[in-house]
């Protein structure tokens, strides 16, 4: 071979050694990187593995039973998957304790929480010593948007007291009983509504009574919370109802309740889901808060309330101005609305199921009613339609849960099994109302 031909020979054979280097040398460093994330990934996966069955085991170390849970979403995977809601979780958790057990520990994700079962244990912690658990946790009274979040549902001491004491007074006895005209008032449109419903072919008319019923209760809550007069009946008039409604149901509001439930600290994340039907709210209370001051005269509703709290003595500690203002309504119309539409459904879903009653209630309604005004003394006299009222809240309570927050550390005493359990502060205590009716409240630890 010449000599030009082995220099082209020993030039490629460099060439290839060097690319078999470069390869190798890849590959090398491939699988370095590969070694390092697999034992970073190993590494990671062990700790959060042993923090998670340490947090877990929050109960288990204290002597209380708990239920299985999930490495990452504790006892509430179904209701982060959307499979089961929160109140059926609830009630099978509390199924799942023995008989006579007083409380059982479960977790959302990985936070203990005590659900108490005994009935004279959720006594002292409701009324004895309500001092310690006056707190709640779900909402966790952000002041981000005080028309949402910031309001006497959610609040915490020390404001929560005050806002309290400054809002008793429009919700006593003769204050409801001054309302009642309202009420009869807005009760019109919805029996023309009903009365004109068409008929099928049997003479009978189909309607969703949830439908009604919430638009009843749209309707007198606009006329007491906000001093306006709407008929939810007419089409052309059920933007109130709607956002109402836009609280409560659909898709977004999953996600909203997710959130407050349980992740109550990232409540930011909600503000842009609720920013729509605050603006709306606060637009209408502000129209009418001007309105009802500019002209002077008195309807005997929360807007007059409203104007004599902002126009007297203000405390540092909460101030009746701007938005404080606007949320004391918008929480009480947000408090009543579905739990009153939900409430008047049930009842009528269980007087279907139990004909038998019908009569008993019509003849005492003629009876204690016809030819007579309405009053808030006739409906008392209404015992018969009471005990219907009650018993079909305790199979179907609107609100299944209640929730506390220990102020300061306090002690559970069960004398029955000798057991002393002491709750930290700032922990929470639930109580499941749906099941403690068949036969629960809960405490944030």
């Known amino acids: 071979m010449s ?11 460099s060439e290839e050694k060097r690319i078999n280097q470069q390869m190798s040398q890849y590959f090398i460093d491939t699988m370095n990187c590969l070694i390092y994330y697999i034992s970073a990934l190993i590494i990671s996966f062990s700790l959060f593995y042993a923090y998670a ?12 039973k708990s239920p299985p849970t999930h490495l990452f979403f504790g006892n509430f995977k179904d209701c982060i998957t959307l499979r089961k809601s929160p109140s059926d979780k609830m009630r099978e958790i509390y199924n799942s304790a023995d008989p006579d057990d007083p409380y059982i520990g479960f977790y959302i ?6 659900l108490l079962r005994d009935h004279d244990l959720i ?15 779900f909402g966790s009274g952000s002041q981000r948007d005080p028309i949402g979040l910031d309001s006497i549902l959610s609040m915490h001491q020390p404001r929560w007291k005050y806002v309290r004491h400054k809002l008793t007074p429009v919700l006593t006895g003769q204050k409801l009983k001054n309302m009642i005209p309202l009420m009869i008032e807005n009760g019109k449109p919805m029996l023309n509504f009903i009365e004109n419903l068409p008929t099928n072919e049997d003479g009978w008319s189909e309607y969703e009574m949830k439908d009604i019923s919430s638009r009843y209760t749209s309707d007198v809550l606009a006329s007491l919370m906000f001093g306006i007069n ?15 409604i836009t609280i409560f149901r659909g898709f977004m509001r999953g996600i909203v309740f997710i959130i407050q439930f349980f992740l109550p600290d990232w409540d930011f994340l909600v503000v842009p889901f609720i920013k729509r039907p605050a603006n709306y709210f606060r637009n209408i209370f502000w129209d009418s808060m001007n309105t009802r001051e500019r002209l002077g005269f008195k309807k005997g509703d929360m807007i007059d309330f409203m104007l004599a709290l902002k126009n007297g003595e203000q405390n540092p500690i909460y101030k009746f101005e701007g938005d404080n203002l606007v949320a004391q309504p918008s929480s009480l119309y ?18 279907r199921h139990h004909p038998e009653h019908q009569n008993t209630i019509y003849n005492e309604i003629q009876t204690q009613l016809s030819g007579k005004e309405l009053t808030m003394d006739l409906i008392n006299g209404l015992s018969f339609l009471d005990s219907v009222i009650i018993e079909s809240l305790r199979l179907h309570p609107p609100l299944p849960i209640t929730d506390r927050i220990t102020a300061r550390d306090y002690v559970v005493t069960i004398y029955t099994s000798s ?3 002491s709750v930290n502060e700032n922990r929470l205590k639930l109580i499941e109302k749906d099941s403690i009716h068949r036969k629960c409240v809960l405490l944030k630890i």
């Open 3 to 13: 000599d030009e031909t082995l220099r082209c020979i020993h030039k490629r054979q």
């Open 123 to 137: 006594k002292q912690v409701m009324i004895k010593d309500f001092v310690v658990f006056s707190n709640r946790r």
């Open 230 to 244: 709407i008929n939810s009946f007419v089409d052309n008039e059920t933007a109130f109802c709607k956002t109402g």
């Open 109 to 114: 994700f990985h936070k203990p929480l005590l």
């Open 334 to 351: 947000i408090a009543g609305f579905e739990a009153t539409a939900t409430a008047i459904a049930y009842v009528l879903h269980d007087l």
């Open 419 to 421: 057991f002393i359990y």
């Open 53 to 64: 069955k340490y947090k877990l085991s929050y109960w288990s170390r204290r002597g209380v």
